[in-house]
């Protein structure tokens, strides 16, 4: 029996020969996209490496996606064609009846620059970026949303001046770990802290200075020190 990658070579050379036994096409004409033939035998394929099965008036074409083509050819699309040195190209989308699937690409292309002074990006209910690697390089972000979420497995922020602003900050962690050479914290009216034990060392001098304090135990109080003084 003949295998899947068999047929479809089969039928691409099948293409290929009526092509060229074909004397009255045209260099440019209209079709429709029938299904794609991948050239090689990897799963991972780009655009660059599919020839399309195009029915179109002089026959069943085998073409390409142009560069200039920017949006990605699907099945069923009604497809613009040109002829150059004996192979067929996809030059423009006339129609698609999946347009709301629609991808842009550019064939062959590794890298894609968009170069403009201002660039917007509208979507109206969602905007997704996926990537193995997002770099943003700005002068200056700025970030507005009614809300937000973070879901990061590890996360490292590297900064000359942070400064966050928040009416309402909720953070909690299983693990803080916090090192700085000064710390500095001032705290308008109430500062509370929760614990089941508190733990301070200071390897010179611990001070503390207040116009009040209250003790509360409901145990034993101990003081230690090879010198104590009061009052």
């Known amino acids: 029996m003949e295998t899947m990658t068999e047929v479809v070579e089969l039928r691409r050379d099948t293409l290929k020969r009526d092509q060229k036994h074909e004397q009255n096409y045209g260099q440019v004409c209209e079709g429709h996209i029938v299904r794609a033939l991948p050239t090689g035998t990897s799963k991972a394929l780009s655009v660059s490496d599919v020839e399309w099965e195009v029915r179109?008036?002089?026959g069943m074409l085998a073409a390409r996606s142009a560069a200039s083509c920017l949006l990605a050819p699907q099945p069923g699309d009604t497809v613009l064609l040109m002829s150059?040195?004996?192979q067929w190209w996809i030059t423009s989308i006339l129609h698609s009846p999946s347009i709301a699937n629609s991808v842009l690409q550019v064939p062959g292309a590794q890298q894609l620059t968009v170069s403009a002074p201002e660039v917007i990006l509208q979507?109206?209910?969602a905007?997704?970026?996926?990537s193995d690697l997002f770099e943003l390089e700005t002068q200056k972000l700025d970030v507005r949303s009614?809300?937000?979420?973070?879901?990061i497995s590890a996360l490292q922020l590297a900064a000359?001046?942070?400064t966050a602003?928040?009416?309402?900050l909720h953070?909690?962690?299983e693990h803080i770990d916090t090192t700085c050479r000064a710390r500095t914290t001032r705290v308008e009216e109430v500062d509370h802290l929760s614990a089941r034990h508190i733990t301070t060392t200071a390897d010179e001098t611990h001070t503390q200075q207040t116009g009040q304090m209250l003790i509360n135990a409901r145990d034993t109080v101990r003081v230690d020190g090879d010198r104590i003084l009061m009052g």
Do not use: D, Y
């Open 84 to 86: 150059v040195q004996g």
């Open 160 to 162: 000359h001046c942070l």
């Open 146 to 151: 009614t809300s937000a979420r973070f879901t």
């Open 171 to 173: 953070l909690m962690s």
């Open 123 to 125: 979507a109206g209910q």
């Open 165 to 168: 602003m928040a009416q309402r």
């Open 56 to 58: 179109a008036e002089c």
């Open 127 to 130: 905007c997704r970026v996926q």
